[in-house]
DNA sequence: ACCATGTAGGTCGGATCCTGTCCTAGTTAA
DNA sequence: TTAACTAGGACAGGATCCGACCTACATGGT
């Protein structure tokens, strides 16, 4: 059996993702090895791509440095579930770009963590992901990781779904493709018993369970998922554009917001307009105003409703302290 | 050479990592040797103490499943940088009770991310960072990567470091530990040419560089390098303490907050004081802000006085827009 | 009830590979 | 110069691996 030698190289392969470096003989005794056997290893991992790099001379050693590939990542307890938190975050509230491939990326961790490591991931996740959205539609980690399981097992999925118009109803559907857009995920399947393509918001699905069946390929109306559901999004429901104009050097902006270029107007070296972007009202408040800049928010009345109250009720909170001085020595230096 | 079985058993694991079931006559299709052969990997893997699962009967194939070790982890490209973008972010903003093993999958996944993607991890995660700390001294997690590499690595370190009075100095140390608190990280860490044990604010650590050269064990003033860090953060500089009023139920504030429990005094059913908490005062803010609840802030007079220029500018920022009327439908159904 | 399609596992022979023990060569820091 | 390290060739004995058979058993659909 190889089994010896492979996992050989696999403990091979933990020690060496450890930053730091690792002489030979002492990898071939913590191996049980000769030292020759050793170098016949590490020339087995060169020859399956994951560059191992010596240095000569006598400090020198062995460690793994970035190749074309992705080596085996081999993680300790704790580190798998930081990974898992780090992930249930970024999945909570998907960043433009990785949206499905961080909750791939979940799902196959999920799919494999030790029954006490997912207890930890639950108790330490439950603060992240308060911090991150606050509130607003927090879309479960969990449900997202089932539905993509079901996306890439091809397996059916019933649950129940709450209308935009408050009606709930039960649904059996076969999952095509997860699509993020803004801070909300949506799910292309197509609906067995209505018999067509439906698109329908996950933080809508309630108790989504995979019913084990498998379901063949379907012709799917549209080889792009993402534009499909950007579409039927726009032409079912209006979305509220926003418009907003701030005092601040555009490249600013899409710095400090992440946001897309052609998102910003220039109207002059320290003034630019911010527009579209569909977003959650509550986030896209709490992003304009931790800018640290000043701005004028034109388009979606409930934003503007929304900056207001937090504006009113701010004052309400510093009220009776003496805030007076201190806020302008505040605003001279503006919050950066 | 067995880097054949080896590199068989890898892909294997792979596939199966995959949320679906395969089908053993498939994989020994993909992988080209007979099902028998494919029957003996999975129980090389079993043997290793990853449990792969079998369903039987027409339907079945084989799955990993949890176990009770961590598998090797094969990514692919997208998942890779996925897993990149959330560790920074988590590395940025540590969440209590994982702040370090985050910083320590990081070191190890940064060390063999391959280069292309490094460069898609650093434009993506441009967006994230600043979506979380949006401004306040934000650590960057290049740094904590290399500080976090230098300290499991043994190797002295040498940085230009800015002292709490501005005052900046070159300092050669040997790393001994990071440590996180609130959102700060600190490094404890033997300075050489003063002869002495010494706590670093990282945020405040320029050009951090590696020297190579490599330092024996030195006694530690203590093995509780945390509890170390936080004696003498404490006595060193005055902390200041938070103290808000919330018109929030106690539970409902640790729930929204993510708060510790001890920090929360109960005044009544719908009013409690949250007291302690030291953090960086724009992200206090934000947090209080998104709670959707009214507040009072008493205590430290920088953030009363950020909030109070906070809501001063949002107050600006919807004037001359029609946003009176909305404001108060708005207030009344209190942003939940 | 029966069959197709899965997993599970035994046995065998021949080819392959793996390991430890010798070597020698080249590199670097003290 | 020496010590400590990587790099790699040659060799022989033993272990391992693979494919090709085979049987047993579980499951779902016809």
Redesign the pocket.
């Known amino acids: 059996?190889?089994?010896?030698?492979?996992a050989?190289l696999l403990a091979l392969l933990s020690f060496l993702q450890t930053p730091r470096e690792?002489?030979?003989?002492?990898?071939a005794q913590r191996l049980?090895?000769?030292?020759?056997?050793i170098?016949?290893?590490?020339?087995?991992l060169r020859d399956l791509g994951y560059p191992?790099e010596?240095?000569?001379?006598?400090?020198?050693?062995?460690r793994l440095v970035a190749g074309k590939a992705m080596p085996p990542l081999l993680l300790d307890d704790e580190e798998a579930v930081a990974i898992a938190v780090g992930l249930r975050a970024a999945a909570g509230s998907p960043v433009e770009g990785i949206e499905d491939a961080s909750v791939r990326a979940l799902a196959k961790l999920e799919q494999v963590l030790p029954a006490r490591l997912r207890q930890r991931v639950r108790s330490v996740g439950a603060a992240t992901v308060s911090v991150a959205t606050a509130e607003g539609p927090g879309v479960a980690p969990e449900a997202l990781v089932l539905i993509a399981g079901a996306v890439t097992g091809r397996e059916r999925l019933r649950f129940a779904y709450q209308g935009w118009d408050g009606a709930r109803s039960r649904r059996l559907a076969e999952p095509y493709r997860l699509v993020a857009s803004g801070r909300l995920w949506y799910l292309l399947a197509f609906d067995v018993d209505r018999d067509d393509w439906r698109i329908f918001r996950v933080d809508r699905i309630e108790e989504p369970r995979l019913t084990g069946?498998r379901f063949p390929e379907r012709d799917t109306p549209e080889p792009d998922a993402a534009a499909f559901v950007r579409r039927k999004m726009y032409s079912s429901m209006p979305t509220p554009e926003i418009t907003v104009t701030v005092h601040l050097s555009a490249e600013e902006v899409v710095r400090r917001l992440g946001a897309n270029p052609e998102e910003v107007e220039v109207l002059g070296p320290d003034v630019c307009v911010l527009r579209g972007h569909p977003d959650t009202v509550p986030f896209s408040a709490s992003r304009l105003l931790m800018l640290g800049a000043e701005f004028e928010v034109h388009e979606p009345p409930e934003l503007v409703a929304y900056i207001q109250a937090l504006g009113e009720r701010a004052l309400r909170a510093t009220r009776g302290t003496g805030g007076r001085e201190a806020s302008e020595k505040f605003t001279k230096g503006s919050p950066s």
């Open positions: 059996m190889s089994g010896d030698t492979s050989r690792w002489p030979g003989s002492e990898l049980g090895v000769s030292p020759r056997t170098r016949r290893d590490i020339d087995r191992v010596a240095t000569m001379g006598a400090v020198g050693g062995y069946a």
